[in-house]
Protein backbone atom coordinates (compact mmCIF):
# COMPACT_ATOMS: atom_id res chain seq x y z
CA UNK A 1 0.00 0.00 0.00
CA UNK A 2 2.73 2.14 0.97
CA UNK A 3 4.61 1.44 -2.49
CA UNK A 4 1.73 2.19 -4.11
CA UNK A 5 1.22 5.60 -2.82
CA UNK A 6 4.34 6.96 -3.39
CA UNK A 7 4.20 5.57 -6.73
CA UNK A 8 0.56 8.03 -7.59
CA UNK A 9 2.51 10.72 -5.59
CA UNK A 10 5.51 10.45 -7.54
CA UNK A 11 3.99 10.51 -10.86
CA UNK A 12 1.07 13.49 -9.83
CA UNK A 13 4.37 15.39 -9.21
CA UNK A 14 6.53 14.43 -11.96
CA UNK A 15 3.05 15.66 -13.88
CA UNK A 16 3.12 18.93 -12.03
CA UNK A 17 7.00 19.88 -12.85
CA UNK A 18 6.09 18.95 -16.78
CA UNK A 19 3.40 20.98 -16.69
CA UNK A 20 5.74 23.96 -14.95
CA UNK A 21 8.30 23.28 -17.58
CA UNK A 22 5.84 23.28 -20.31
CA UNK A 23 5.14 26.94 -19.61
CA UNK A 24 5.04 29.23 -22.52
CA UNK A 25 7.86 31.88 -21.83
CA UNK A 26 9.45 34.60 -23.80
CA UNK A 27 13.22 35.59 -23.58
CA UNK A 28 13.98 39.19 -24.95
CA UNK A 29 17.33 41.04 -25.09
CA UNK A 30 17.15 44.59 -24.18
CA UNK A 31 18.58 47.89 -24.60
CA UNK A 32 18.22 49.80 -21.21
CA UNK A 33 17.08 52.87 -22.75
CA UNK A 34 13.58 51.23 -22.13
CA UNK A 35 14.28 49.44 -18.70
CA UNK A 36 11.79 50.73 -16.41
CA UNK A 37 8.29 50.78 -18.50
CA UNK A 38 9.93 47.58 -20.29
CA UNK A 39 9.81 45.96 -16.88
CA UNK A 40 6.57 47.00 -16.47
CA UNK A 41 4.95 45.96 -19.83
CA UNK A 42 6.20 42.54 -18.80
CA UNK A 43 4.17 42.37 -15.85
CA UNK A 44 1.47 43.46 -17.82
CA UNK A 45 1.76 40.87 -20.10
CA UNK A 46 2.95 37.99 -17.52
CA UNK A 47 -0.51 38.88 -16.11
CA UNK A 48 -2.80 39.16 -19.05
CA UNK A 49 -1.13 35.86 -21.11
CA UNK A 50 0.14 33.51 -17.91
CA UNK A 51 3.32 33.80 -20.51
CA UNK A 52 6.39 34.47 -18.38
CA UNK A 53 9.08 37.24 -19.82
CA UNK A 54 12.48 36.76 -19.24
CA UNK A 55 14.40 40.16 -19.87
CA UNK A 56 18.28 40.06 -20.32
CA UNK A 57 18.99 44.04 -19.66
CA UNK A 58 22.30 45.68 -21.03
CA UNK A 59 23.73 47.97 -23.74
CA UNK A 60 22.35 47.03 -26.84
CA UNK A 61 25.23 46.04 -28.37
CA UNK A 62 25.89 43.93 -25.60
CA UNK A 63 22.69 41.95 -25.73
CA UNK A 64 22.78 41.74 -29.06
CA UNK A 65 25.91 39.70 -28.91
CA UNK A 66 24.80 37.73 -25.84
CA UNK A 67 21.84 36.59 -28.58
CA UNK A 68 23.95 35.78 -31.49
CA UNK A 69 26.35 34.10 -28.96
CA UNK A 70 23.69 32.06 -27.51
CA UNK A 71 21.63 31.53 -30.72
CA UNK A 72 18.38 31.91 -28.73
CA UNK A 73 15.78 34.80 -27.68
CA UNK A 74 12.73 35.76 -28.91
CA UNK A 75 13.30 39.12 -28.97
CA UNK A 76 15.61 42.37 -29.93
CA UNK A 77 14.74 45.56 -28.28
CA UNK A 78 17.81 47.68 -28.57
CA UNK A 79 17.77 51.56 -27.38
CA UNK A 80 18.38 52.83 -30.89
CA UNK A 81 18.34 52.57 -34.69
CA UNK A 82 21.77 52.27 -34.56
CA UNK A 83 22.14 48.47 -33.02
CA UNK A 84 18.89 47.58 -34.79
CA UNK A 85 20.61 48.19 -38.20
CA UNK A 86 23.45 46.20 -36.97
CA UNK A 87 21.49 43.17 -36.07
CA UNK A 88 19.74 43.11 -39.55
CA UNK A 89 22.79 43.23 -41.13
CA UNK A 90 23.88 39.84 -39.06
CA UNK A 91 20.76 38.26 -39.57
CA UNK A 92 19.86 38.19 -36.15
CA UNK A 93 16.52 40.09 -36.32
CA UNK A 94 13.48 39.15 -38.69
CA UNK A 95 13.76 42.88 -41.07
CA UNK A 96 9.58 42.57 -41.68
CA UNK A 97 8.78 42.56 -38.32
CA UNK A 98 10.56 45.60 -36.96
CA UNK A 99 8.11 48.41 -35.48
CA UNK A 100 9.15 51.46 -33.58
CA UNK A 101 8.11 51.65 -29.82
CA UNK A 102 9.16 55.51 -29.07
CA UNK A 103 11.25 58.48 -29.16
CA UNK A 104 14.25 60.00 -27.58
CA UNK A 105 15.80 63.05 -27.00
CA UNK A 106 19.47 63.39 -26.13
CA UNK A 107 20.17 66.20 -23.14
CA UNK A 108 22.33 66.88 -20.17
CA UNK A 109 21.54 64.86 -17.18
CA UNK A 110 22.64 66.59 -14.42
CA UNK A 111 22.36 66.44 -9.95
CA UNK A 112 18.74 67.45 -8.83
CA UNK A 113 19.35 71.17 -8.74
CA UNK A 114 22.26 71.42 -10.90
CA UNK A 115 25.07 72.35 -8.07
CA UNK A 116 27.25 73.08 -10.81
CA UNK A 117 25.37 75.31 -12.96
CA UNK A 118 26.08 73.67 -16.38
CA UNK A 119 23.87 75.12 -18.69
CA UNK A 120 25.51 73.86 -21.80
CA UNK A 121 27.52 71.45 -23.66
CA UNK A 122 29.97 73.75 -23.56
CA UNK A 123 30.16 74.15 -19.67
CA UNK A 124 31.01 70.45 -19.43
CA UNK A 125 34.30 71.39 -20.65
CA UNK A 126 35.11 73.50 -17.69
CA UNK A 127 37.71 71.74 -15.66
CA UNK A 128 37.16 70.45 -12.11
CA UNK A 129 33.77 69.06 -13.56
CA UNK A 130 33.13 64.66 -13.00
CA UNK A 131 31.47 63.73 -16.40
CA UNK A 132 30.09 60.54 -17.92
CA UNK A 133 29.04 58.80 -20.85
CA UNK A 134 27.97 55.67 -22.04
CA UNK A 135 30.54 53.28 -23.98
CA UNK A 136 30.11 54.53 -27.54
CA UNK A 137 30.74 50.95 -28.97
CA UNK A 138 27.97 48.86 -27.45
CA UNK A 139 25.24 51.49 -26.02
CA UNK A 140 23.22 53.34 -27.88
CA UNK A 141 23.12 56.91 -25.58
CA UNK A 142 26.93 56.44 -25.82
CA UNK A 143 27.33 56.74 -29.35
CA UNK A 144 24.89 59.68 -29.78
CA UNK A 145 26.97 61.73 -27.16
CA UNK A 146 30.20 60.57 -29.13
CA UNK A 147 28.45 62.40 -32.34
CA UNK A 148 26.98 65.23 -30.24
CA UNK A 149 30.87 65.77 -29.28
CA UNK A 150 32.34 65.23 -32.36
CA UNK A 151 29.97 67.99 -34.20
CA UNK A 152 29.59 70.83 -31.75
CA UNK A 153 33.33 70.79 -29.80
CA UNK A 154 36.61 71.94 -31.45
CA UNK A 155 39.85 70.25 -30.61
CA UNK A 156 40.47 71.99 -27.77
CA UNK A 157 37.04 71.72 -26.48
CA UNK A 158 37.41 67.71 -26.98
CA UNK A 159 40.14 67.62 -24.97
CA UNK A 160 38.98 69.50 -22.02
CA UNK A 161 36.15 67.22 -21.63
CA UNK A 162 38.16 64.08 -22.13
CA UNK A 163 39.74 65.88 -18.75
CA UNK A 164 36.89 65.45 -17.30
CA UNK A 165 35.41 62.07 -18.56
CA UNK A 166 35.69 60.02 -15.39
CA UNK A 167 34.13 56.91 -16.42
CA UNK A 168 32.10 55.17 -19.64
CA UNK A 169 29.40 53.73 -18.48
CA UNK A 170 28.01 50.22 -19.52
CA UNK A 171 24.38 50.80 -20.35
CA UNK A 172 21.88 53.56 -20.31
CA UNK A 173 20.73 52.94 -16.77
CA UNK A 174 24.07 52.85 -15.03
CA UNK A 175 24.43 56.29 -17.19
CA UNK A 176 20.99 57.67 -15.23
CA UNK A 177 23.05 56.10 -12.39
CA UNK A 178 25.98 58.01 -12.20
CA UNK A 179 24.03 60.86 -11.60
CA UNK A 180 21.48 59.82 -9.30
CA UNK A 181 24.23 58.50 -6.89
CA UNK A 182 26.29 61.47 -7.16
CA UNK A 183 29.09 59.86 -8.95
CA UNK A 184 29.25 62.23 -12.01
CA UNK A 185 28.08 65.94 -12.23
CA UNK A 186 26.54 65.27 -15.45
CA UNK A 187 26.13 62.74 -18.36
CA UNK A 188 24.90 63.12 -21.94
CA UNK A 189 22.10 60.98 -21.94
CA UNK A 190 18.21 60.74 -22.76
CA UNK A 191 16.26 63.91 -21.93
CA UNK A 192 13.67 60.60 -20.08
CA UNK A 193 16.72 59.71 -17.83
CA UNK A 194 14.79 62.90 -15.45
CA UNK A 195 11.22 60.58 -15.18
CA UNK A 196 13.75 57.21 -13.79
CA UNK A 197 14.68 59.27 -10.43
CA UNK A 198 12.87 62.89 -10.73
CA UNK A 199 13.73 62.92 -7.14
CA UNK A 200 18.00 62.76 -8.18
CA UNK A 201 18.07 63.89 -11.46
CA UNK A 202 17.69 67.47 -13.33
CA UNK A 203 17.99 67.38 -17.38
CA UNK A 204 19.19 70.59 -18.99
CA UNK A 205 18.48 70.69 -22.48
CA UNK A 206 20.66 70.49 -25.59
CA UNK A 207 20.34 73.70 -28.19
CA UNK A 208 18.37 73.21 -31.08
CA UNK A 209 21.36 73.28 -33.45
CA UNK A 210 23.52 71.09 -30.94
CA UNK A 211 20.77 67.81 -31.32
CA UNK A 212 22.30 65.98 -35.10
CA UNK A 213 18.98 63.37 -34.94
CA UNK A 214 16.34 62.17 -32.92
CA UNK A 215 16.59 58.57 -31.47
CA UNK A 216 13.82 55.93 -30.92
CA UNK A 217 13.73 52.48 -29.90
CA UNK A 218 12.78 49.72 -32.28
CA UNK A 219 11.43 46.01 -31.46
CA UNK A 220 11.49 43.14 -33.59
CA UNK A 221 11.47 39.30 -33.81
CA UNK A 222 14.56 37.65 -32.98
CA UNK A 223 15.66 35.24 -36.28
CA UNK A 224 16.54 32.61 -33.36
CA UNK A 225 13.03 32.76 -31.95
CA UNK A 226 11.37 29.21 -31.70
CA UNK A 227 7.93 31.05 -30.98
CA UNK A 228 7.19 33.88 -33.45
CA UNK A 229 3.75 33.66 -33.01
CA UNK A 230 4.03 34.60 -29.20
CA UNK A 231 6.98 37.02 -29.86
CA UNK A 232 4.74 38.97 -32.42
CA UNK A 233 1.82 38.79 -29.39
CA UNK A 234 4.36 41.08 -27.13
CA UNK A 235 5.21 43.38 -29.57
CA UNK A 236 1.55 43.59 -30.46
CA UNK A 237 0.75 44.26 -26.87
CA UNK A 238 3.71 46.55 -26.34
CA UNK A 239 1.88 48.91 -29.45
CA UNK A 240 -1.39 48.19 -28.03
CA UNK A 241 -3.23 51.64 -25.87
CA UNK A 242 -2.56 49.43 -22.79
CA UNK A 243 1.12 49.47 -23.49
CA UNK A 244 1.80 52.84 -24.83
CA UNK A 245 0.14 54.25 -21.76
CA UNK A 246 2.93 52.54 -19.68
CA UNK A 247 5.58 54.45 -21.83
CA UNK A 248 3.72 57.45 -21.93
CA UNK A 249 3.08 57.51 -17.96
CA UNK A 250 7.35 57.32 -18.15
CA UNK A 251 7.14 60.73 -20.43
CA UNK A 252 8.96 58.65 -23.16
CA UNK A 253 7.68 60.44 -26.96
CA UNK A 254 5.71 58.81 -28.77
CA UNK A 255 5.82 60.46 -31.93
CA UNK A 256 8.15 62.36 -33.63
CA UNK A 257 6.03 65.45 -34.04
CA UNK A 258 6.25 65.58 -30.09
CA UNK A 259 10.18 64.90 -30.07
CA UNK A 260 10.16 68.15 -32.30
CA UNK A 261 7.93 70.53 -30.51
CA UNK A 262 10.42 69.33 -27.92
CA UNK A 263 13.68 70.31 -29.18
CA UNK A 264 11.70 73.31 -31.51
CA UNK A 265 12.80 71.91 -34.55
CA UNK A 266 12.41 69.39 -37.05
CA UNK A 267 15.84 66.83 -36.88
CA UNK A 268 16.90 63.60 -39.02
CA UNK A 269 14.92 60.36 -37.12
CA UNK A 270 16.74 57.44 -36.35
CA UNK A 271 19.95 56.25 -39.11
CA UNK A 272 23.28 55.09 -37.68
CA UNK A 273 26.39 57.13 -36.71
CA UNK A 274 30.08 54.77 -36.86
CA UNK A 275 31.69 56.55 -33.99
CA UNK A 276 35.27 57.17 -34.91
CA UNK A 277 38.37 55.21 -33.64
CA UNK A 278 39.39 56.90 -30.85
CA UNK A 279 36.11 56.89 -28.93
CA UNK A 280 36.66 53.23 -28.97
CA UNK A 281 38.46 51.18 -25.99
CA UNK A 282 41.22 49.16 -26.89
Known sequence: MFLFVFVVVLIATLSLSGNAFCAERLMVFAGAASKPPTEEVAKAFEAKTGVKVDISFGGSGTVLSQMMLAKEGDI?????????????KKGAVLPETERIVVYLVPAINVQKGNPKGIRSLKDLTKPGLKVAIANPEGVCVGTYAVEIIEKNLTLQEKDAFRKNLINYTE???????AVSLKMADAVIGWRVFHYWDPERIETVPLKKDEIIRIG??????????KNRDLAQRFIDFILSEEGRAIFQKYHYLMTPDE?????????PVGGEYVVPSEWIKK
Open 76 to 88: YFPGSSDFMEIAK
Open 259 to 267: AFAYIGEKK
Open 216 to 225: YIPIAISAFS
Open 171 to 177: SCDKTAT
